[in-house]
């Protein structure tokens, strides 16, 4: 069974920084594609793609909303995936979920059979 855990949100004023985490356990870590979405508050509202990697890392994407300030990367022996977002700012604020399928990435969020809890993130003025 595969498990993904995601930690490291928080409180962060606007033009803060914060990097989150998310382990994976229960399954082929090297062999999957690991991707950041986030959903913003509000019933209705669809996950956003913000960043994905693919399972050798050398291929990473980015959403618009935060190209140029967040980073994805991997760690295959710890077997986590991390996005460190830059200049933070209150439209950022969201829900932040990892998402898993193998081998490469995808922008769309029902391309993903494996999806963590989340973390929150609130940024505020």
């Known amino acids: 069974q595969v498990h993904l855990g995601e930690s490291g949100g928080g409180l962060v004023q606007r033009g803060g920084s914060l990097k989150l985490s998310c382990v994976v356990s229960g399954g082929a870590f090297a062999d999957y594609a690991m991707a950041w979405f986030r959903q913003a508050p509000g019933k209705e509202r669809a996950r956003e793609f913000v960043a994905s990697i693919n399972f050798s890392g050398n291929g990473k994407h980015y959403g618009d909303a935060v190209k140029g300030r967040f980073t994805i990367s991997r760690h295959d022996v710890l077997k986590t995936v991390y996005l460190q977002m830059d200049s933070l700012q209150p439209k950022g604020t969201a829900r932040y979920y990892c998402?898993?399928?193998?081998?490469?990435?995808?922008?769309?969020?029902?391309?993903?059979?494996?999806w963590g809890q989340g973390t929150q993130v609130t940024v505020y003025s």
């Open positions: 998402a898993a399928r193998y081998y490469y990435e995808d922008q769309k969020p029902e391309a993903y059979g494996y």
